[in-house]
């Protein structure tokens, strides 16, 4: 049985959960699983194991921009290092017992804690870990998805996670939006028509209203994410950014529950605008890519690509 002063940690944040969620015109079961899994990365911030994870994914919204943008219910990470389903799992039972954490109100169920090989639409999959936080009297289950082997270029970052109520953030090394682009990018050419992931299509089109990119390192990223996992850059335009792909009845379809869903903050209804304008943002990398040879390009945020003064021309770094 928990001891009283523990009982009234996480009643207190409890209570100034739900005026966070009020204050912010959150659902309040989104505002459960974002502070479980807040905290659920501080406590492997704090961790000897912190070295081996960097986040990636959509949680990198939160910590770019202090706002979710689309309702997910889960964290995403590169690991490395020899890591199956149950040394991940022992690695998370260590992580959520991690001592003085306490006064944030959370609790998790060790017992809880399952890995399974993720088996969806590819290949090269990962490990997807689910487990049970503790909140007063709330039970909020996690998910996250572990990746291996991938590049990351550019090298990875340290960022800072947001904390909701103020207790000590987290301090992660995470993906740049690169490499976020190019892993995304990666899974629309391998998957072709039988592409369903939406939320990619949304979080493309999102970074390129949101960011800046610089068309070289762009194009690195992209050659050395493909050369990875072993996927031919495409010498025309892939599937997923064509007509084809957003004029298919199941394209629109998948993209309209996407939205019903998952809620995107400012998406475009019309499949199409998405798909094209994500066309407008990558088309001109993998020219650039297949040219092996560039004007330095700036994209601010929204586009489109202009020419940097000077025109100095650069090259992507040869492929293999």
């Known amino acids: 049985m928990s001891k009283p002063s523990e009982r009234n940690y996480g009643h207190s944040?409890?209570?100034?959960?739900?005026?966070?969620?009020?204050?912010?015109?959150?659902?309040f079961t989104f505002a459960l699983q974002r502070y479980a899994m807040e905290r659920l990365l501080y406590r492997m911030s704090k961790s000897i194991y912190a070295d081996k994870f960097i986040l990636k994914g959509a949680s990198l919204f939160l910590v770019w921009k202090g706002h979710s943008f689309r309702v997910t219910k889960d964290a995403d990470f590169l690991a490395f290092g020899f890591l199956n389903e149950d040394s991940l799992a022992s690695?998370?039972?260590?992580?959520v017992s991690i001592p003085g954490c306490e006064d944030d109100g959370l609790g998790f169920e060790p017992d809880?804690?399952?890995?399974?090989p993720i088996r969806e639409e590819q290949e090269y999959g990962g490990i997807r870990v689910t487990l049970t936080a503790l909140l007063h009297?709330?039970?909020?289950?996690?998910?996250?998805?572990?990746?291996?082997?991938?590049?990351?270029?550019?090298?990875?970052?340290?960022?800072?996670?947001?904390?909701?109520l103020g207790y000590p953030a987290a301090h992660l090394r995470a993906y740049t939006r690169y490499t976020v682009v190019a892993e995304k990018l990666e899974a629309m050419v391998q998957l072709g028509i039988a592409d369903s992931r939406m939320k990619d299509?949304?979080?493309?089109?999102?970074?390129?209203?949101?960011?800046?990119?610089?068309l070289v390192t762009l194009c690195s990223a992209i050659q050395d994410t493909f050369k990875r996992r072993k996927t031919d850059l495409p010498k025309t335009a892939p599937m997923a950014l064509t007509e084809e792909f957003w004029g298919d009845a199941q394209k629109r379809t998948q993209w309209n529950a996407f939205l019903r869903k998952s809620k995107p903050e400012g998406a475009e209804s019309d499949f199409e605008k998405i798909v094209t304008a994500i066309a407008d943002f990558l088309l001109p990398a993998l020219q650039a890519i297949q040219a092996e040879e560039m004007l330095n390009r700036h994209w601010e945020s929204g586009g489109p690509w202009?020419?940097?003064?000077?025109k100095d021309r650069a090259r992507p770094a040869p492929r293999e």
């Open 13 to 27: 944040a409890y209570a100034r959960l739900l005026a966070f969620a009020k204050n912010n015109r959150l659902d």
């Open 91 to 95: 690695i998370f039972k260590e992580i």
């Open 112 to 116: 809880s804690i399952r890995a399974a």
């Open 137 to 164: 009297n709330a039970r909020i289950p996690l998910q996250i998805d572990v990746g291996f082997g991938d590049a990351v270029t550019p090298a990875p970052e340290i960022v800072t996670y947001p904390s909701a």
């Open 201 to 214: 299509f949304y979080d493309i089109w999102l970074m390129s209203r949101l960011f800046d990119f610089h």
């Open 306 to 310: 202009r020419e940097v003064k000077g």
